[in-house]
């Protein structure tokens, strides 16, 4: 993790600077007037770990990795507060599920491997933007003839990090099924020569950059990419070697020893103590969202936008 520690320290200083230059791009005071926001989120959840990926040996764990195929459904709710004009704070909600799996790609290893999985993703995050340029301006609020206001201008560019608490439950399927996988110890977690066994909750950084663009005096839509890396290589129940399947059965059951193993060809590459995960770089994933704001900072019946007759002005 110091290679991420490292880059979250370099960006945080960039931040600072451009904090310094503010004045460069909202020098006004229209800032203060989106302090608080409630949003909305919907968008793709795509799954980065040991399953899946491109057609080549291993994989990045990377947006590189991307399986289109796999991408799902997902979405969130949260509330912003901007405390300083290119600085704000965010607190967010977000549930949806990943998957991946082997039968994607045509590696010949993992292809054969033949491994898939799904799991719910539920996370709550905190994060801090640091605003790379703003644009803010408040219009005219009515519409007289002979006096001409100016349009309402809220655009936003924006980067952030933070810390995300998650929790996750890989799931295989059999039978159009959905088996649990964590009660099953597929890699034989817990028995002489296996891995210790996971938690089903962890943590994870995230790294991001957003637009957001006005729509209204009170909305504003913008488009998020996030990179969540966390701290488990057990998301997709993938991460250390093959256990003796005669074991797994005996101590956990028959499903136990068919999830551990599913192979499809090449039989022989994935025998006990053969390696089945990377156990070195831990499990990611990525969001890509619409978001949908809302400023709550004051109530419609207060605001109002001052005008100047065949001009502009600003507040």
């Given at each position: 993790?110091?290679?991420?520690?490292?880059?979250?320290?370099?960006?945080?200083?960039?931040?600072?600077?451009?904090?310094?230059?503010?004045?460069?791009?909202?020098?006004?005071?229209?800032?203060?007037?989106n302090?608080?926001?409630?949003?909305?989120t919907?968008?793709?959840t795509?799954?980065l770990?040991?399953?899946?990926?491109?057609?080549?040996?291993?994989?990045?764990?990377?947006?590189?990795?991307?399986?289109?195929?796999?991408?799902?459904?997902?979405?969130?709710?949260?509330?912003?507060?901007?405390?300083?004009?290119?600085?704000?704070?965010?607190?967010?909600?977000?549930?949806g599920?990943?998957?991946?799996?082997?039968?994607?790609?045509?590696?010949?290893?993992?292809?054969?491997?033949?491994?898939?999985?799904?799991?719910?993703?539920?996370?709550?995050?905190?994060?801090?933007?640091?605003?790379?340029?703003?644009?803010?301006?408040?219009?005219?609020?009515?519409?007289?003839?002979?006096?001409?206001?100016?349009?309402?201008?809220s655009?936003l560019?924006?980067?952030?990090?933070g810390?995300?608490?998650?929790?996750?439950?890989?799931?295989?399927?059999?039978?159009?099924?959905?088996?649990?996988?964590?009660?099953?110890?597929?890699?034989?977690?817990?028995?002489?020569?296996?891995?210790?066994?996971?938690?089903?909750?962890?943590?994870?950084?995230?790294?991001?950059?957003?637009?957001?663009?006005?729509?209204?005096?009170?909305?504003?839509?913008?488009?998020?990419?996030?990179?969540?890396?966390?701290?488990?290589?057990?998301i997709?129940?993938?991460?250390?070697?093959?256990?003796?399947?005669?074991?797994?059965?005996?101590?956990?059951?028959?499903?136990?020893?068919?999830?551990?193993?599913?192979?499809?060809?090449?039989l022989?590459?994935?025998?006990?103590?053969?390696?089945?995960?990377?156990?070195?770089?831990?499990?990611?994933?990525?969001?890509?969202?619409?978001?949908?704001?809302?400023?709550?900072?004051?109530?419609?019946?207060r605001?109002s936008?001052?005008?100047?007759?065949?001009?502009?002005t600003?507040?």
């Amino acid at each position: 993790m110091s290679k991420y520690l490292f880059l979250f320290v370099a960006l945080f200083l960039n931040w600072s600077l451009l904090g310094q230059l503010s004045s460069n791009f909202n020098s006004s005071k229209n800032w203060s007037l989106n302090k608080k926001e409630i949003f909305f989120t919907i968008g793709g959840t795509h799954f980065l770990g040991d399953l899946g990926g491109l057609d080549r040996i291993g994989t990045t764990k990377s947006p590189v990795d991307i399986d289109w195929n796999m991408s799902r459904l997902g979405g969130g709710l949260g509330y912003r507060y901007r405390f300083r004009p290119m600085w704000a704070w965010s607190a967010q909600l977000y549930g949806g599920f990943l998957r991946g799996d082997d039968a994607n790609t045509n590696e010949i290893i993992r292809r054969s491997r033949n491994l898939s999985f799904r799991s719910p993703i539920i996370e709550f995050s905190n994060r801090i933007e640091a605003i790379l340029y703003a644009r803010e301006t408040r219009g005219a609020r009515y519409k007289i003839q002979g006096l001409r206001g100016f349009r309402s201008n809220s655009e936003l560019i924006y980067i952030f990090s933070g810390i995300s608490g998650i929790y996750y439950n890989p799931q295989g399927k059999v039978d159009n099924t959905w088996v649990n996988l964590h009660p099953l110890r597929t890699e034989g977690q817990g028995l002489p020569d296996g891995p210790e066994e996971y938690g089903r909750l962890s943590l994870a950084i995230p790294f991001g950059l957003g637009i957001k663009i006005g729509i209204g005096r009170f909305w504003r839509v913008g488009l998020e990419i996030i990179y969540n890396k966390t701290f488990t290589d057990y998301i997709d129940d993938v991460s250390t070697n093959y256990y003796d399947p005669s074991v797994l059965a005996n101590e956990f059951g028959q499903e136990s020893a068919y999830f551990s193993n599913t192979a499809s060809e090449n039989l022989n590459w994935f025998t006990p103590g053969q390696q089945r995960g990377n156990p070195r770089d831990n499990d990611a994933y990525l969001f890509s969202n619409i978001t949908f704001l809302r400023n709550i900072t004051y109530a419609k019946t207060r605001g109002s936008s001052r005008v100047r007759w065949k001009g502009k002005t600003k507040f």
